[in-house]
């Protein structure tokens, strides 16, 4: 459990609710979709993948 990525996520969600809208999963060609709003907890972000550590 990584705490930053949980507050990060935190924040993010309570942007996507306050403007309702949220981020979806990728077009295909490597850009989000802006959708309305849903849980994103529960959706587009229950999954994500702690990618901090990782070198790129």
């Known amino acids: 459990m990584n705490h930053k990525i949980d ?3 935190d924040e993010v969600e309570a ?3 306050r403007h309702g809208l949220t981020l979806a999963h990728e077009d295909g060609h490597g ?3 802006v ?3 849903y849980d994103v907890r ?3 972000f229950a ?3 702690d990618e901090t550590e990782k070198k790129r």
Do not use: N, R
Request: aromatic content about 16%; proline content about 0%; overall charge negative.
């Open 15 to 17: 942007v996507c609710e």
């Open 35 to 37: 959708v309305g709003y």
């Open 47 to 49: 999954d994500a993948h």
């Open 7 to 9: 507050d990060f996520l």
């Open 42 to 44: 529960g959706g587009t």
């Open 31 to 33: 850009a989000f979709l």
